[in-house]
């Protein structure tokens, strides 16, 4: 069992975890709790150190059926993207995303740019 298998998932209301594969999660729902931080941070931060020590090429993060974040989930994903070295990342994040979903459009081109070598992103 990879360590990343091997994670807790935090349970959140309107918001779900869920693992895909052996290097990916999906991601549903509403993300709006005034500080994700203290609950989907940590997550973030351990499955980043589980793909470290995994090995892996890719962590697949899939977000088609995750509706709303704030701004301070986001920030999630920016931090998520500044732990990969940006010109030689230990493996790259992809995101599949929804383009009907207008947050995930405009947040995810941004976040791309911030380490084009360590970031991917489907859109379907």
């Known amino acids: 069992m990879s360590e990343i298998q091997k994670l807790s998932v935090p349970k959140l209301e309107g918001f779900t975890i869920e693992f895909a594969?052996?290097?990916?999660?999906t991601l549903a729902g509403?993300?709006?709790?005034?500080?994700?931080?203290?609950?989907?941070?940590?997550f973030f931060e351990a499955l980043?150190?589980?793909?470290?020590?995994?090995?892996?090429?890719?962590?697949?993060?899939?977000?088609?059926?995750?509706?709303?974040?704030?701004?301070?989930?986001?920030?999630?994903f920016v931090d998520w993207v500044g732990r990969l070295s940006a010109d030689n990342p230990e493996y790259v994040l992809?995101?599949?995303t929804?383009?009907?979903?207008?947050?995930?459009r405009t947040s995810f081109?941004?976040?791309?740019?911030l380490a084009p070598k360590a970031v991917r992103i489907t859109s379907t």
Request: proline share 5%.
């Open 21 to 25: 594969g052996e290097s990916g999660i």
């Open 30 to 42: 509403v993300l709006s709790n005034p500080d994700p931080r203290e609950t989907v941070g940590p």
């Open 48 to 76: 980043h150190k589980a793909a470290v020590s995994d090995h892996v090429d890719t962590v697949d993060v899939n977000l088609r059926e995750l509706t709303f974040v704030n701004s301070s989930a986001i920030r999630l």
């Open 94 to 96: 992809h995101f599949l």
């Open 98 to 104: 929804n383009r009907r979903v207008t947050w995930q």
């Open 109 to 113: 081109d941004v976040l791309r740019s």
